[in-house]
Every structure is written in C-alpha cells, then in structure tokens.
C-alpha cells in the first residue's frame, strides 16, 4: 500500500471505523487503553514501564480531546462542504496536509514521554519488537511473491473492499471504471519493503544507541519533522510518482461516486462532527 493510500485508508476508517454515534464515543473514551495494548504489542512492557505510560497516554489524551478535537470538527465541517462537489488535486493536497499536520502534532506532543521510556527498554523487548516488526512486514513480503495479475488483484479487493464498507454497493460500471484506473506495480512492493526495513533497523539501533532521553527525544523529533531522512534513494526516486498516481485514482474515483453514496458520505461525517463535539463539551 503507498503513503497516498494509506493516508486515504486513513481518512476512510478516520471517518467510518465505527458504525454508531455512541460506538464512536466510547472509542474515543477507551483510546488510552488501545494506545497501551499497541505499545505493549510491540514491547512485552514491564509493569514499571506500563503504569508510567498509562498515566502519560492518559495525560496526551487530555491534550488532544481539548486542543485537537476541535481542529478535527472544524477539518470535518469544511470538508462537508467540499464533498458538495467533486473534490480536486487542490482538495486532496489540502485533506493530506490537515492529516499531516494532526498526526504531526500528535507525535510531537507524545514524543518527550515516549523519549524517557526508550531508554528504559532492554534487550529482550528489543527482540521482541524485531519479531513484531517482522510480523508487520508479512504483508509486504508476500506480495513481493505475487505475479502482476495476483497483486493487481488484492490491490482492487481491498480498495473496492474500502470502498464499497463506507460508501455503500457500487454499481458494476462504477467498478469497471476503477478497475480501470487501477495499476501495480511489483518493484515498488520491493522498495517499500526494503525502506520499512531501513526504518526499523534505525529505530532499534536508537534503542541499543545508550542515548540519553534529551538525545532520543531529539532524534525522534528531527525524524518526526524531516521524515525523509528515512527514505531510502530508490524510494526517494519513486515515492512522487507514485502519490501523483494514486491521488489520480481518488479524484476519478471520487468523480464517479453517485448522489446516494455522496449522502452517505455526508452524512457519517455529520456523525463524526456531533460525536465529536459531544466529547468536546464533556471535557470542559
């Protein structure tokens, strides 16, 4: 899956993840307790290290339901009004920078707590997570496996999966004209794999580094905020190109999407705008 796709997979489960107003709510309550179980996922976390980080997650949480969730209503409520109309290059550019800058100043909020608790980590959770991580790339590295026709394949299944959970049936010229727009391509499976790798072959030897929680923190900020230092050469090379492909694929797809699956669009954001602002009106 490319960056484009995923931060569109994103703005889908962002959106829709949850079917009901009061499901969305109790989520959002119990987010701190998803927060942990990942991290936890990732680290097999001592008790120690589990009761410091319940109390910081619960901390962040704090922060973003009073400062982020109002930005989120206000990025829906203008968001809303675009879908009135077919969205464009400019709409799209738009949507990946408010992402950007959410998931950006999340990061940055987590990132001082996150820095004291590296340090603390020890060499059978580093194993642990080398494990995790290689768990993670099972995807990536089954598709490197697959013949153009069978990535081309689970490629349409699960972006006419996506589309059709959140947006209702598509007719069968909608998905012919998908089906149409749709290419893959085998050497960027590769290079995505081998790019994730990198990252995570960094992010260990920052555990195994001995660096203080001043020099982690500034490592994870300088990555957080120049994400491309991450990149590998080819990935570099290929990464434009590929975003410039699949946000084509969305404006076509988004320009065929009929007045029915638009009203269901709108109106699971509206949703999402009054769950929100429910949770904002509690915190205060």
Not at 59 to 65: A, Q
Not at 97 to 109: L, Q, S, T
Not at 137 to 153: C, P, R, S, W, Y
């Amino acid at each position: 899956m490319t960056i484009a796709v995923r931060r569109w997979a994103f703005f889908f489960i962002f959106l829709f993840l949850l079917s009901g107003c009061s499901r969305t709510k109790i989520a959002y309550n119990f987010s701190d307790w998803f927060l942990l179980k990942r991290v936890n996922h990732y680290f097999n976390l001592t008790s120690e290290q589990e009761s410091v980080l319940k109390k910081n997650i619960e901390s962040l949480l704090y922060w973003h339901r009073k400062h982020e969730l109002p930005k989120i209503i206000e990025y829906l409520t203008q968001l809303k009004i675009l879908l009135n109309n077919n969205l464009t290059f400019e709409d799209i550019n738009w949507i990946k920078d408010r992402h950007r800058g959410f998931w950006k100043r999340f990061a940055r909020k987590a990132a001082p707590d996150f820095s004291i608790f590296l340090p603390t980590v020890k060499e059978e959770q580093i194993q642990h997570l080398k494990t995790r991580f290689a768990e993670k790339n099972n995807t990536l590295v089954k598709q490197t496996g697959m013949n153009d026709q069978e990535l081309l394949e689970e490629t349409l299944n699960w972006y006419l999966g996506t589309l059709e959970k959140w947006l209702g049936s598509f007719e069968p010229a909608q998905k012919d004209k998908i089906k149409s727009l749709v290419r893959v391509d085998s050497d960027w499976v590769r290079i995505k794999l081998e790019n994730r790798r990198f990252f995570q072959s960094a992010f260990i030897d920052l555990l195994r580094s001995k660096k203080t929680e001043n020099e982690i923190h500034g490592q994870i900020i300088h990555w957080i905020d120049t994400p491309e230092n991450l990149w590998l050469p080819d990935f570099k090379i290929h990464l434009k190109k590929k975003q410039d492909e699949w946000n084509k694929i969305i404006v076509n797809t988004l320009s065929i999407i009929n007045p029915e699956q638009k009203l269901i669009l709108r109106e699971k954001i509206q949703h999402y705008i009054d769950d929100f602002q429910d949770l904002v009106d509690a915190g205060t």
